[in-house]
């Protein structure tokens, strides 16, 4: 489980500052990004490894601390999110500006109440720290509430943007929700739970591990949510790239027979290594040959013989096939310029799919024989 979150959460920040290079200026997704990188750093600081490491340096207690404003980092950058989404941009910074003076005051009363006790309190855990301790109580107490409000009002706009969007958008959106407002959730049973020990009273460790669950399940929720529309149009690109490259080799054996014929209708010289397998090199290498044989099939027809266009477009792939070869392997033909050129394998219905599929029909045919 942790291994896959790690995973998903460094795929999401890969993507996000990949966008941000795009667009620098955009300042809901520079927040965005802030978020998922500050919610990235504080999840190794959280796990027993990174959290030891910190404290060796820095003193007992330094990667709780550190942890904990990064969540603070956190969800600040995830309300600059929907602050930038909703107004203005003078508007936006006015508000993020207000926020901003919150967060600070409640870094501030984190800092203070690390730093008022002595560094040995802070090395348990969340279920194992003695709430007693007034400083203590502080610290989790407060850094909860101001989770849950912040988690709460993200969560709330994200349901009223998930109503107003379509689909695939609104999916993501849906799910961003169910994770701001599980991690709302899971925070405020936090701050009771902190509120009830700090009293003196016990909570069952069965249920504090419940809660600590959903609180990480809650976060991938939400990891998942904000990449969902990201991963599922690369997803789509992936698709037409591997359709494109499929098609740009399975016309092979018709553009071969025709470039062999005309070289002339031939538009480029010979593909790179990089345009054989690059997003962009794949699309144009695949409709230039989708060109090319339509212009090999235009210089071709006048030699197909004395046959109408009618006998032409109802002529079965294989047979046309044959037509193509005989043509293709008979000498120059002197008049062919004067002859009319004739269409061949058009389809019925105008499109581009439709297109496509014909001069496959043909390709393979003559690929078979």
């Known amino acids: 489980m942790t291994v896959l979150f790690l995973l998903v959460l460094a795929t999401a920040v ?41 404290d060796t340096v820095a003193g007992h207690g330094a990667a ?30 006015r508000r993020a500006r207000r926020e901003a003076v919150v967060v600070l005051g409640v870094a501030v009363v984190l800092v203070a109440a690390a730093t ?3 560094h ?35 969560g709330v706009w994200t349901v009223r943007y998930a109503r107003l969007s379509p689909r695939p958008h609104s999916t993501g959106l849906w799910i961003t929700a169910v994770g701001l407002l599980a991690m709302a959730a899971a925070c405020a049973v936090r701050a009771v739970f902190v509120a009830t020990r700090w009293q003196g009273g016990t909570v069952p460790k069965g249920l504090m591990a419940s809660v600590a669950m959903l609180l990480v399940v809650s976060i991938l929720l939400f990891v998942v949510g904000v990449s969902y529309s990201g991963a599922r149009s690369r997803l789509s690109a992936l698709q037409v790239w591997r359709q494109h490259r499929r098609g740009y ?13 005309f070289p002339e209708t031939v538009l480029a010289s010979r593909s790179t290594l990089l345009e054989r397998w690059g997003v962009r090199g794949v699309h144009r290498l ?26 032409l477009m109802s002529m079965d792939a294989n047979v046309l096939a044959d037509r193509l070869r005989t043509a293709a392997a008979a000498g120059v033909h002197t008049l062919e310029e004067a ?31």
């Not at 709430?131 to 409000?149: E, N, R, V, W």
Request: with cysteine; aromatic share 10%; hydrophobic share 45%.
């Open 249 to 261: 080799h399975r016309l092979d054996a018709l553009w071969t027979l025709l470039s062999a014929r």
């Open 120 to 154: 040995e309190t802070f090395a348990g855990s969340f279920s194992s720290a003695d709430m007693t301790i007034t400083q203590l109580a502080a610290f989790y107490g407060i850094a909860g509430l101001y989770l849950t409000y912040a988690l709460g009002a993200a």
């Open 14 to 54: 890969a993507w996000k500052v990949y966008q941000l290079t795009k667009a620098p200026r955009d300042g809901a997704l520079r927040s965005v990004t802030l978020c998922l990188v500050c919610a990235a750093l504080s999840y190794p600081v959280a796990m027993p490894g990174g959290a030891s490491g910190v």
């Open 339 to 369: 002859q009319p050129v004739i269409p061949l394998a058009v389809p019925r219905t105008d499109s581009r799919g439709a297109d496509a599929a014909h001069l496959f029909a043909l390709s393979d045919a003559l690929r078979a024989a």
């Open 116 to 118: 008022t006790v002595p």
């Open 64 to 93: 709780k601390l550190v942890q904990n404003l990064l969540l603070l980092g956190t969800v600040y950058f995830l309300m600059c999110f929907y602050l930038y989404s909703s107004a203005d941009r003078v508007t936006s910074r």
């Open 286 to 311: 695949y409709h230039r040959r989708v060109v090319e044989c339509r212009d090999g099939l235009v210089r071709i027809s006048p030699l197909m013989g004395d046959l109408t266009p009618e006998e």
